[in-house]
């Protein structure tokens, strides 16, 4: 699972995937601990077939949602079971976007070392590109219509096993694509076998490192969190 993630600032975003200043809202900054719920960036295509740059709620609220409290845990969908799963199904035939990042977190279960109240946790890394490029998840997007009558736009990225290279820090890892497949995630027109193919094929270098235990509390943002620990640089 994929709870926390480092978001680009829109500046960033709109340079990396030529979009101009069209979509502009200036409501991004970069967030160092993206949790769930909160409001993120998503590149979707336009009905136009242009790529527009949308704040989208974490946390998928499918379209046929009744109750009005969201599902929870909807954040990250198992790419194993999407297809067939009702919680995403529809998402992802039609209605796929991405969510640019610049890294993530994970939580390595088999490394256990003692919080300031001397209780002990799972060691956090920092999980990014090689190259320091900005990355993009494959998400879903859907939009719900709340009792209220209030719409929201949500999203959920999709998960796979980790790669070689980074099981040993944990055996999840978000879909990754590489700049050449991400028009295609996007493309309206694209079928299951293709949807497979692409999440089989997703994952450029990525490399991680231990990160300090700050980002065990969702209120700390700020660069030092992805600082590698002494020893990891």
């Known amino acids: 699972m994929c709870g926390r993630y480092v978001t680009p600032e829109e500046a960033e975003i709109e340079r990396y995937w030529h979009i101009g200043s069209r979509n502009a809202g200036r409501w991004i900054r970069r967030g160092f601990n993206v949790a769930p719920t909160t409001l993120v960036p998503i590149l979707r295509e336009s009905v136009g077939g242009q790529l527009e740059l949308l704040p989208a709620r974490w946390g ?3 379209f ?3 109750e009005e409290t969201p599902p929870r845990f909807s954040f990250n969908a198992r790419s194993e ?5 009702p919680m995403w199904r529809q998402a992802l035939h039609s209605t796929r976007c991405l969510m640019p990042a610049v890294g993530w977190y994970e939580w390595n279960e088999r490394e256990s ?11 956090p890394y920092y999980i990014h590109p090689a190259d320091d490029e900005l990355l993009a998840f494959a998400g879903l997007w859907s939009v719900w219509q709340s009792p209220s009558g209030e719409e929201v736009l ?7 096993a980790a790669t070689p290279a980074l099981e040993a820090i944990h055996t999840r890892m978000p879909v990754v694509l590489g700049r050449e497949q991400q ?12 949807v497979a193919a ?13 990160v300090s235990l700050l980002v065990n509390r969702q209120e ?14």
């Open 183 to 194: 028009d295609a995630w996007l493309a309206p027109q694209l079928s299951p076998k293709e």
């Open 60 to 62: 998928l609220i499918p």
């Open 64 to 66: 046929w949602w009744k």
């Open 220 to 233: 700390n943002d700020g660069v030092e969190l992805i600082e590698p620990l002494p020893g990891d640089k």
């Open 154 to 160: 949500s999203c959920a990225m999709l998960t796979r």
């Open 198 to 210: 692409l999440v089989d094929k997703a994952g450029p270098a990525l490399v991680g490192h231990r």
């Open 113 to 123: 070392v003692r919080n300031p109240a001397g209780r002990l946790v799972h060691q």
């Open 81 to 85: 079971e999407a297809a067939s799963k």
